[in-house]
């Protein structure tokens, strides 16, 4: 592939954070051909990122990528993005994200499926962003009060790798609520 294709089209800058460092090909599969219309020009800690574990606060670059007009970038933002749904910015940049019909199946065709399912206690599906309501008093430890019970949790964040928890502000205080004390409003 050349690879000069690339470095044109991206203006030797990562198409994903705009970094000019370590940039490099990254082939955007299932079934990559090979060609400048299925890859990606990025940069080592974005490829790091996307074969590993994603930090939420690097990723707040995809606010511009997310407007690309190459069809492998705007694949590799709904990816990204729907690996960090549990971020609240990220769920609405989610909603804002558009791709016609072939692109989207592209994307979701290389996505990872999520395997956690966050439920609230009456086993509704709960997702980042949702309102929920206690069901439960619950004293908040280290923050020295107690969330009452029938207070609102509104924009709550998924623990992404543990279903029976979520994040959500409760006077003020970030604190984590265990989903079995929730219902969703």
Known sequence: MPLNALSARSGDQCELCGSSDALGVHDVGPNSDNTVHMSAHICQKCRAQIDGELDPSHWRCLTSAMWSEHEPVKVLVWRLLDRLKAEAWAHDLFDMLY??????????????????IHKDCNGNVLSAGDS?????????????????????????????????????????QRIVILTEFVKKS
């Open 99 to 116: 791709l016609d019909e072939a692109t989207l199946e592209w994307a979701k065709a290389g996505a990872e499926t999520p395997t956690l």
């Open 132 to 172: 929920v309501t206690l069901v439960k008093a619950l004293p908040v430890k280290g923050a020295g009060f107690t969330a009452k019970q029938g207070t609102a949790v509104r924009n709550i964040s998924l623990v992404s790798d543990n279903a029976g928890h979520i994040e959500g502000r409760v006077e003020g």
